[in-house]
């Protein structure tokens, strides 16, 4: 019925052209309208080409990119829309089109992935072949003459775009991609007004892959590029490609789940809507966010991150560019874990009554109430606990009113007793993040990557795939990506290697650049200065530090470590917590609790309510780290700030306000007001705490410590983090998070 109706409409106007109209004015006759050269691209193409202008101005290559010339005699010259523009050698097409300023028209493209040339959108005309050339595929040669802007190449383009939408959806109005989908920009500058096809368009079936992947298969347009990422990228061989033809489609091979904890990153790198975010799915489009350019604390890599929000709510988290740190790739924790930041939060200042009820209070009677009790105790029964979330501000503040109060006792969360500050190098990444990539031999000990910080594991196992690197790892058994070699599971095998008995430390010696990535769990150790003495000995003995490189490396686990010890808060006896009678805790939530003595006042200062809630006497509300200005420093020594995405919640303040407003009623107020001013505070402490955006590589090698003869404890390594999803109050308190650790850690 639909298509007598349409025949019939089309054949109306028609037989009023022939047959005579009774009201000319009301007839409306529909023309096709193409331009000559689309018509007849070949003649056009056969005609003389216009030589360029003599003078022609510069081009700015695309987003901003850079030529490296390993060797300058390498270098070829071709020539772009007759630019002549000069390459190294190796490059394809499109990358010297890039390079040009010319934006080559890609669906299967990407950057950081192998080159698979399915989706033909990225055809130009090169001078001599006889037809239109994939670009992504096809190496620059010398003297090549590339044509991107003939007719030829917009028929070839038009053409293209026309198949892929033969079978795709009209999904548009309802696809969580629109207004950031790669198919409608492309259709809208590269398409045709019009398709042929009449036919009934093809569906697939939506395939489960898990909590955090929505999938909607019919969109997809088969450019493979979650295969590949999951397959070179995330080391999952979960995705792959089934069926030929009109039947080829994406899926897992058998019903699964896709278990990376990369897994997220197929939704940004996905061009169409066929895999979308399952929690953000039908929430907001994307005109209606505000994004706000800041840093990931769930670990201790500072991960590039834009939190988008409307309003007061956090909506989504995507990844920043940054080569440095994280390239464009984040973890699922990261991505996902932002549901936290609206659950279980801490909203007034609340006092327990004497039936073991939370009251709220207002902030002058409860900093009046601390500062008090504070007052009431010796000073050396004082004891503050900086938490894993804290930034460099807050840290500073709490240790300068814990010292104006007369205590000393002011650590930071997972820093063990008298672990050794003195020296940078001794616990940051002295390799850095990206020096990782020019490593050729890996020794692991106590720590596992994949869980402790999923983009430091992404960098080794790219490392590894480009380099053939050897890995060698001593801890508990665990799951990696990649190849390695279990040596074994504590630091028994490590004094082996040391005195040269293990065949490992052959591996070591012989390589070009080795690297050594000590795990942050060896600072709870009591035998901790033993067995960095052991990893001393290792790297002498194997010159993994030399004048021209540094392997020896400490892998930290919480976003607020490294300023931790650059500040200088670490614990100074085992017994401080055991004997206080008044505890500081500022959002520390992973404190045994069982060591602070039933008789003693705890105050926690945070924003979730979680573990430490349950003992604390006060509750002081403060900031989350997407609502405030916060200093965080990262495991290999860069310094990056938050900013404040969404308002704050209730009646919560930033944490150093929160203490410089105690200190001022206590009576011993600290001498800065603003954040300048404890910026100010901070650089004479610790200066590279201030330099933003600026990787600060430790000034004084390791080997300088004393020396330690104490024996080496044989208890195996333990794992430290035993829930990738759950590690911190934020992810303990998402919903999102909690289905994973149900779903995928089965």
């Known amino acids: 019925m639909g298509l007598a109706l349409l025949a ?78 000069k390459i190294p050698k190796g490059m394809t097409v499109l990358q010297a089109c890039e390079v040009a300023g010319v934006d080559i028209p890609r669906f299967c493209y990407h950057s950081r992935l192998s080159i698979a040339g399915n989706c033909r959108m990225c055809l130009v005309e090169v001078e001599k072949s006889p037809k239109p050339v994939a670009s992504c595929a096809m190496p620059a040669l010398p003297g090549m003459k590339i044509k991107t802007d003939t007719p030829v190449a917009k028929k070839a383009r038009e053409g293209v775009m026309e198949f892929l939408l033969m079978n795709h959806p009209l999904d548009c109005p309802i696809c969580d991609q629109g207004g950031e989908c790669d198919l409608q920009d492309q259709s809208m500058a590269f398409g045709s007004d019009r398709g042929r096809f009449t036919e009934v368009k093809r569906s697939v079936v939506d395939k489960n892959l898990g909590p955090l992947v929505k999938t909607v298969m019919t969109r997809c347009i088969q450019c493979t590029r979650c295969v590949r990422f999951a397959t070179e990228v995330a080391g999952v061989q979960d995705l792959g490609m089934l069926g030929r033809g009109s039947g080829e489609e994406i899926g897992t ?72 740190i994280n390239e464009e790739w984040i973890s699922d924790k990261t991505r996902f874990c932002y549901d936290g930041l609206k659950r279980q939060r801490l909203n007034d200042p609340m006092i327990r009554g004497s039936d073991g009820r939370f009251k709220p209070v207002n902030w002058r009677d409860a900093l009046a109430v601390v500062a008090e009790i504070a007052h009431q105790v010796k000073p050396e029964e004082i004891v503050g606990i900086a938490g894993k979330l804290s930034d460099a501000e807050s840290m500073i503040a709490l240790k300068d009113f814990i010292n104006r109060m007369g205590s000393n006792d002011v650590w930071g969360e997972g820093i063990g007793v008298n672990t050794n500050a003195d020296f940078r190098s001794g616990y940051i990444m002295n390799t850095s993040i990206a020096g990782l990539e020019k490593a050729d031999a890996f020794l692991l000990v106590g720590t596992q990557p994949r869980v402790e910080a999923a983009m430091v594991n992404a960098r080794i196992r790219k490392t590894v795939r480009a380099n053939q690197a050897k890995v060698g790892y001593i801890g508990p058994a665990t799951d990696f990506n990649y190849d390695h070699k279990h040596l074994g599971t504590g630091p028994q095998t490590l004094l082996e290697i040391a005195e040269g008995r293990h065949p490992f430390f052959k591996t070591l010696s012989n390589a ?235």
Request: proline share 8%; aromatic share 6%.
């Open 253 to 324: 091979y058998v019903e699964k789940l896709l278990t990376s904890e990369l897994s997220g990153n197929v939704i940004d790198i996905c061009p169409v809507g066929a895999l979308t975010s399952k929690p953000f799915a039908f929430k907001a489009r994307n005109w209606e966010l505000k994004g706000t350019e800041t840093i990931d604390v769930t670990d201790a890599v500072g991960s590039n991150i834009r939190i988008d929000s409307r309003g007061p709510e956090v909506m989504r988290i995507v990844p920043r560019l940054n080569e440095e």
């Open 512 to 746: 070009k650049n080795p690297v050594i990535i000590v795990g942050a769990g060896v600072f709870e150790r009591k035998d901790q200065d033993a067995i960095f003495a052991a990893v001393e000995t290792i790297a002498q003995k194997a010159n993994v530090v030399r004048p021209d490189w540094n392997g020896l490396n400490v892998l930290l686990l919480h976003a607020a470590q490294a300023a931790a010890l650059d500040l200088g808060l670490v614990p100074q006896s085992e017994k401080s917590l055991e004997s206080a009678k008044f505890v500081y805790l500022m959002g520390a939530d992973d404190v045994n609790l069982d060591k602070i003595p039933d008789d003693a006042f705890v105050v926690y200062q945070g924003h979730h309510g979680d573990k430490s809630v349950y003992r604390a006497n006060f509750i002081l509300p403060a900031a989350a780290f997407s609502e405030k200005e916060g200093t965080y420093e990262n495991t290999d020594g860069c310094t990056q700030q938050t900013l404040p995405a969404v308002p704050t919640v209730g009646d919560s303040r930033d944490d150093w306000k929160i203490i410089r407003a105690l200190s001022e009623v206590a009576g011993v107020p600290l001498p800065y007001d603003t954040i300048g001013a404890v910026r100010a505070r901070i650089s004479t402490v610790a200066p590279n705490l201030v330099n933003m955006d600026e990787r600060e590589p430790a000034t004084l090698p390791s080997s300088l410590r004393p020396t330690f003869s104490e024996k080496v404890d044989t208890t195996p390594f333990g794992t430290v983090v035993e829930n990738f999803y759950m590690t911190d109050a934020i992810t303990r308190a998402s919903k999102i998070m909690a289905q994973c650790s149900a779903m995928l850690l089965k």
């Open 8 to 85: 019939s409409k089309a054949v109306r106007p028609t037989s009023r052209l022939l047959f005579g109209s009774q009201n000319p004015s009301t007839f409306l006759l529909r023309t096709i309208v193409s331009k000559p050269q689309l018509r007849n691209p070949e003649a056009t193409a056969a005609q003389p080409e216009q030589p360029p202008p003599a003078d022609l101005p510069p081009r700015t290559p695309l987003a901003g990119a850079r030529v490296h010339f390993p060797n300058p005699e390498d270098s070829i010259e071709v020539f772009v829309d007759g630019y002549p523009v």
